[in-house]
């Protein structure tokens, strides 16, 4: 079976610093456009970072700066290095798989079950 799996979620003070992994099973992750999206309560989802099957990388304006994705498709896993942490970054935050380049308007092939990230003093 397919599965994305997150890790690295927990508590963190202002400006500290969290990295999230997600590790696949059941599919080749170096051929998919991956994707870290963030839900917080009463908001809708939002892309925070992509990397393409090519290397390419995208974020949102929020996170520039501040958040870097990565992929070791070797070990078959996405990372999400977030930095100068915000408590507006409080988020369930998902990992994402996708072929087709949909990541942009909230489509993917395939979700994991979602880390929490909670920022506070």
């Known amino acids: 079976q397919v599965q994305l799996v997150e890790s690295g979620g927990g508590l963190a003070q202002p400006g500290g610093s969290l990295r999230l992994s997600c590790a696949a099973s059941?599919?080749?992750?170096?051929?998919?456009?991956m994707g870290w999206y963030r839900q917080a309560p009463g908001k809708q989802r939002e892309l925070v970072a992509r990397?393409?099957?090519?290397?390419?990388?995208n974020y949102a304006d929020s996170a520039k700066g501040r958040f870097t994705i990565s992929r070791d498709n070797a070990q078959n896993t996405v990372s999400l290095q977030m930095n100068s942490l915000k408590p507006e970054d409080t988020a369930v935050y998902y990992c994402?798989?996708?072929?087709?380049?949909?990541?942009?308007?909230?489509?993917?092939?395939?979700w994991g079950q979602g880390t929490q990230v909670t920022v506070s003093s």
């Open positions: 994402s798989a996708d072929r087709f380049s949909r990541l942009r308007i909230g489509i993917a092939d395939y």
């Open positions: 059941g599919i080749r992750l170096s051929i998919y456009n």
């Open positions: 990397i393409t099957s090519g290397h390419i990388t």
